[in-house]
């Protein structure tokens, strides 16, 4: 499989160059540029003491995240969703996954009545924005969490997150499984993925679609193996990057 070589120069099984610029953003509490090739997401942390009202009184903390695309992140501009008065589904659907994939590596006991809002803002995007955002989403609410604890709104001790998680997107191009698609190959994919996974290597959620042909079984293992693989690359930039700051 890593004898073909695609468009881009890459094998099969490599990522795009993955960057992550942490603290990007100096008003929020956690934070992180992330850059898929030429996907760029900016990803911010907002902690709040409290919770919404339906938590109230419960010992538990709340993790939720939002996404959007700059009117400029595509090859044409694109009207603000804030302008047409309504969000659209893909948004929402994108805003929860990133939300759902947090939350699965959150004790929310050990956050407290406490919560973390993460903004996941497209800059550019070249196919994989919600993979980054998850990816770079990690690193601001690990951020965030550190922010609190030196602020005293959750214990020293407390451990909040209890996992990393990332996530990477998979497809089949003409027969070949790949890893971390760019638009053009995203486009024409005969199996698209999105696939979440902790640092631990378990799963939290995997989206495919046949966008041809279906897809069969010894498929699916090589595309999980893929991505498998790929968030595991993921994962050890995450801690290098939140290691190197923090012993800086």
């Not at 339906?54 to 009207?79: C, F, H, I």
């Not at 924005?129 to 602020?151: H, K, P």
């Not at 190959?185 to 989206?207: H, I, K, L």
Request: with cysteine; aromatic share 4%.
């Amino acid at each position: 499989m890593t004898d073909i070589i695609r468009a881009d120069g890459r094998t099969p099984d490599q990522l795009r160059p993955v960057t992550i610029e942490r603290g990007w953003s100096e008003q929020a509490e956690g934070s992180a540029l992330i850059s898929f090739g030429r996907t760029k997401v900016l990803c911010t942390a907002s902690f709040t003491n409290g919770v919404p009202r339906w938590l109230q009184g419960k010992g538990k903390g709340w993790v939720t995240a939002e996404y959007a695309m700059l009117p400029r992140s595509t090859n044409d501009r694109m009207d603000r969703e804030s302008v047409k008065g309504r969000i659209g589904g893909r948004t929402h659907e994108i805003s929860r996954l990133i939300g759902r994939s947090l939350r699965a590596v959150i004790d929310t006991k050990a956050l407290g009545e406490n919560t973390v809002v993460i903004d996941c803002d497209v800059l550019q995007a070249d196919g994989g924005t919600r993979t980054a955002a998850i990816t770079g989403a990690y690193v601001a609410l690990a951020d965030a969490v550190s922010w609190a604890r030196e602020q005293k709104f959750i214990g020293r001790n407390a451990v909040p997150l209890t996992d990393s998680v990332a996530a990477v997107s998979v497809g089949i191009i003409d027969g070949t499984p790949m890893l971390d698609l760019p638009y053009v190959e995203d486009v024409r994919a005969e199996t698209d993925m999105n696939v979440v996974v902790t640092g631990r290597g378990q799963f939290v959620e995997v989206q495919g679609t046949a966008e041809g042909a279906p897809f069969d079984r010894a498929e699916l293992d090589s595309l999980l193996d893929l991505a498998v693989a790929g968030a595991g690359e993921l994962a050890a930039i995450q801690r290098s990057v939140l290691q190197a700051q923090a012993s800086a």
